[in-house]
């Protein structure tokens, strides 16, 4: 089938006009290598505002998604455009590698700051979760002068090469195409709904949590006590939101002070507020000796950091953590806007208080509806596990609820590492009339969906997790 005659077919599929976003589709399948991404909605999305979003065409939606957990403080912040502004109007950016500037300064000061831990701390900088996760990977192998890195089973690093080879939610049959970094070894992730060893880990914590620490403590001795750093998410996000018993993330504490390697704290996806904490870690009680952040932190500008321990963070010599424009002054500037914007204006207790409501509505509609199979969050980082039967993941259930939602005013995706479960993270300071909308729309398509009324033929245009 030719892009043409695809794209007609997706025009009458869809029930809105979607003419303006689909000239943007075609270019974008024309001009853009497909694996950047992975689409799911037709729609180009022009201009946005606090909760919303509108397409080319002037549909608009509440947003479920704020551009993969990005948006922490709302679209266009006006604290976070205010100080934008403010840095273009004096200096776009001057490289650090060789001079110095403000602005990156007081960002690491704040993040020293705000970080877990009382020791002395330092902070590198970079564009997106991954090239910080590399960065992280390098300073727990210099500071060690080990080689091995410890990864989980559905963690999602990035995909850099550093971060590709320490990511366990992408097939192998995938990553073997670039030929990944050796030395990342990998165990299973606690996830007490699914896990290999059949326990429920909501009833029995305690017998999760210790089946999950042997492995980890087996995989320690397979690699002969060469571990330089174990890089963990305290909650696995693209895995479909899965939190570990608080015992378990205490045990790797502990298992890093035996064995002296580095514990990494990845913080792209649950930091800057997102879990009801402004670091999710803090959900458990555990100081790491590295943690790096992402997504959020920037309030919409490009930019990520590594903050750890001083002696760690100086391990590695120069220039082996230079980036030309790390640490950019506008992103910076931008970074302590939304810092101030998440403290300022409660943002933590919000997405907490936020989150309590909407997962009890989630729980409402899991007693009318089998398809439910577990909701699960913290504060505004929630999974709904859709199911077939008993716990048998239903992707394509995923995806036409997703599609209705779409169509009907919400974006909201599926993911998860069988791509099942819906994704709910809006903003922090999301309205309450937004949020019942939302929740409204994703029960009417639920119940569409259970009533045979989403077509099979959408499947194909949701390339989806």
Not at 324 to 345: M, N, Y
Not at 419 to 426: C, D, K, S
Request: net charge negative; charged share 30%.
């Amino acid at each position: 089938m030719g892009l043409d005659e695809d794209l007609e077919n997706l025009r009458k599929l869809a029930s809105k006009r979607i003419d303006k976003s689909l000239e943007i589709v075609a270019k974008d399948r024309k001009y853009l290598a497909k694996a950047i991404g992975l689409k799911y909605f037709p729609i180009a999305i022009t201009k946005a505002e606090g909760s919303k979003v509108w397409d080319a065409d002037g549909n608009e939606y509440i947003d479920f998604l704020t551009s993969a957990a990005v948006y922490n403080v709302g679209h266009r912040n006006p604290r976070v455009v205010k100080a934008i502004r403010e840095q273009i109007d004096k200096l776009l950016n001057y490289t650090v590698v060789y001079l110095y500037m403000e602005p990156c300064v007081r960002l690491a000061e704040k993040l020293v700051s705000i970080t877990p831990g009382k020791f002395n701390k330092k902070v590198s900088y970079g564009f997106s979760g991954s090239d910080s996760v590399d960065s992280a990977i390098k300073v727990a192998r210099a500071y060690t002068k080990k080689r091995c890195i410890l990864s989980f089973y559905g963690s999602y690093h990035g995909t850099t090469y550093g971060s590709l080879s320490a990511t366990g939610i992408i097939d192998e049959s995938i990553k073997t195409q670039v030929f990944p970094l050796a030395d990342i070894k990998f165990v299973d992730f606690p996830d007490p709904y699914r896990n290999k060893w059949g326990i429920d880990g909501y009833e029995h914590p305690d017998e999760l949590t210790s089946r999950a620490l042997e492995e980890v403590k087996n995989k320690i001795k397979e690699c002969t006590s060469d571990i330089a750093g174990l890089l963990f998410e305290p909650i696995q996000g693209d895995a479909g939101v899965i939190i570990p018993p608080e015992e378990f993330i205490k045990g790797l504490r502990e298992l890093a002070d035996t064995h002296g390697f580095v514990l990494i704290d990845e913080e792209v996806q649950t930091g800057v507020g997102r879990t009801g904490k402004f670091w999710a870690i803090e959900h458990f009680d555990v100081v790491p000796d590295v943690l790096v952040s992402a997504k959020a932190l920037g309030g919409g500008m490009p930019i990520s950091a590594v903050v750890g321990r001083s002696e760690i963070m100086d391990s590695v010599s120069p220039p082996m953590l230079v980036f030309t424009h790390a640490g950019h002054a506008v992103s910076a500037s931008a970074a302590l806007a939304t810092i101030e914007a998440v403290e300022d204006e409660n943002l933590i207790a919000k997405a907490a208080e936020m989150g309590e409501y909407i997962i009890k509505r989630f729980r409402e509609m899991q007693d009318k509806f089998d398809i439910i199979g577990d909701v699960r969050g913290k504060g505004l980082l929630i999974g709904v596990d859709i199911v077939k039967r008993g716990k048998e993941p239903d992707r394509k259930g995923a995806l036409k609820i997703c599609w209705r939602a779409w169509e009907k005013g919400l974006i909201v995706i599926s993911f998860g590492r069988n791509g099942n479960v819906l994704r709910i993270a809006p903003p922090l300071n999301i309205p309450r009339e937004d949020v019942d909308r939302a929740l409204d729309i994703i029960e009417s398509s639920i119940k569409e969906f259970l009533e045979g009324k989403i077509p099979d033929d959408v499947i194909d245009y949701l390339r989806g997790w």
